[in-house]
């Protein structure tokens, strides 16, 4: 059986306690969902889309501002992508990486990165941060990654700092 594609839209307010309902079934901890939550009350959560299927939000992802340290030109980070964990490996959290870097080239971001599974993200242009000269404040690694989403896109290299809402994940790192 083959499970339907999800409609991918915007986030609206009548999404938000569903949307903190697949974070939090997405991750062990409740830190994803109240970044959301802290992200969307302080106006940063410059993208949050989700994924309907059969009438139900099923996944989400968000985007906020990131700005690379020496530099002028700031991006988006994505973080954090959710899925219902019955919704998972069939599509759902790929429907929603391409929308939203869709979305961030309509809006004119010139970059993203991602803290996340290498292999994983390869697959929608996320390279190594590191080969670009840029790094997080997490030691992140090869799990940290960006894609150019517009010629001469990524600064010269630098830290990428995330808005002060995932100070809350530099503390548990």
Do not use: K, W
């Not at 404040?137 to 960006?146: H, I, K, S």
């Amino acid at each position: 059986m083959t499970a339907p594609s999800p409609t991918v839209r915007d986030e609206t307010p009548s999404d938000v306690d569903a949307i903190r309902r697949v974070v939090l079934s997405a991750f062990p901890t409740p830190l994803e969902s109240r970044l959301v939550d802290r992200l969307r009350e302080n106006g940063r959560l410059t993208i949050s889309l989700v994924a309907e299927s059969g009438g139900h939000v099923v996944g989400h992802i968000a985007f906020s501002p990131v700005t690379v340290a020496g530099s002028d030109t700031g991006g988006l980070g994505l973080a954090p992508l959710s899925v219902a964990p019955e919704c998972q490996i069939i599509g759902i959290g790929g429907a929603l990486v391409r929308a939203g870097l869709d979305m961030c080239r309509r809006l004119g971001v010139p970059f993203a990165v991602v803290l996340g599974e290498p292999d994983y993200y390869r697959r929608f242009g996320f390279l190594p941060a590191a080969t670009r000269g840029l790094f997080d404040a997490y030691g992140g690694g090869d799990a940290f990654a960006a894609i150019e989403l517009a010629p001469r896109g990524i600064p010269g290299g630098g830290r990428v700092d995330y808005v002060p809402e995932f100070s809350e994940f530099t503390d548990a790192a």
